[in-house]
């Protein structure tokens, strides 16, 4: 029997049949999201599309964390109160959840962790973004929801994947190169390609191709920061949570920090701030 060291690569299945199929609705509100020509009355039409998304919508937008005193009981009206980029947020963000149950569409310990992380990682990344430019708020969200879809697609494909993925507790340029060792390939390549061709805006398909690369000088570097360093926030969210943690052993990467003129206690605001949001999600 060979040793892990010699076995052959693994092949996965990413043809057309291999990957996820494509979620229309989600994919429209995407677009909507990302384009400048998109009105109130052409998100609620897409909502629209799919009753279970209607009442979750609402049922968000219902939240006491918004302070309306009257229920709302039309997308129309969650619309003209909270503004079309909060809703189409909400929106996005819930198709998106259903995307991340497993193959029988159940929640299994990896696929509900990996969507955890993800939305918060959403959550950090648009929040970061925000202090620099508001208007690319919404793009950094979807980036981080979407920056490790690939992992889903080599889970399906592999059903080892899960197992040997969780008992290594890989994260970061780690898991990237086990992923490459093993498949010759990795989530981010993968992802961007079914991302691809669901016809995804590029700039949300190359932010998830390019999350785990080394950030160097140019202009797209501070957008590259963004979703780099909300990776390693959401991934941290525990030392953050421990009382006792030693602030030599944050597991951030220390340049990140600098880079992005983070500290720790401002990390730790912003991860308070992404639990406050992604409560929205977690309540449907």
Same mark, same amino acid.
């Given at each position: ?168 507790? *890989?994260?970061?340029? !780690? +898991?990237?190169?086990?992923? #490459?060792? &093993?498949?010759?390939?990795?989530? $981010?390549?993968?992802?961007? /390609? ?61 340049? *990140?920090?600098?880079? !992005? +003129?983070?500290?720790?206690? #401002?990390? &730790?605001?912003?991860?308070?701030? $992404?639990?406050?949001?992604? /409560? ?5």
């Amino acid at each position: 029997m060979q040793s892990a060291a010699m076995q052959l690569p693994i092949r996965l299945n990413l043809s057309a049949e291999g990957l996820l199929a494509c979620p229309i609705v989600f994919v429209k509100l995407i677009d909507l999201l990302n384009s400048s020509n998109s009105t109130s009355q052409d998100l609620t039409d897409v909502i629209a599309l799919d009753p279970i998304l209607t009442a979750q919508v609402l049922r968000s937008a219902n939240s006491i964390r918004f302070g309306s005193p009257r229920n709302m009981g039309s997308v129309e009206q969650a619309v003209f109160r909270l503004g079309f980029k909060e809703i189409g947020l909400i929106a996005t963000g819930l198709k998106a959840k259903a995307i991340f149950k497993d193959a029988q569409n159940n929640w299994n310990p990896f696929n509900t962790a990996l969507w955890q992380h993800s939305i918060r990682t959403a959550a950090l990344a648009k929040l970061l973004s925000a202090r620099v430019d508001h208007r690319t708020a919404d793009l950094f969200f979807t980036a981080g929801m979407l920056h490790d879809i690939g992992k889903l697609v080599m889970a399906r494909s592999d059903t080892e994947y899960t197992a040997d993925h969780a008992g290594l507790v *890989l994260q970061g340029s !780690a +898991g990237i190169r086990w992923e #490459s060792t &093993r498949y010759t390939t990795h989530h $981010a390549l993968i992802g961007a /390609q079914m991302l691809r061709q669901w016809n995804i805006p590029n700039p949300i398909v190359k932010l998830v191709e390019e999350h785990h690369e080394d950030i160097d000088e140019g202009p797209s570097r501070r957008a590259h920061l963004h979703l780099a360093l909300a990776n390693e926030l959401a991934h941290a969210q525990p030392w953050f949570k421990s009382m006792n943690a030693d602030p030599n052993s944050v597991p951030i990467q220390r340049f *990140l920090l600098d880079q !992005a +003129g983070q500290t720790l206690q #401002s990390c &730790r605001e912003l991860l308070e701030s $992404a639990d406050k949001q992604i /409560q929205l999600f977690e309540e449907v």
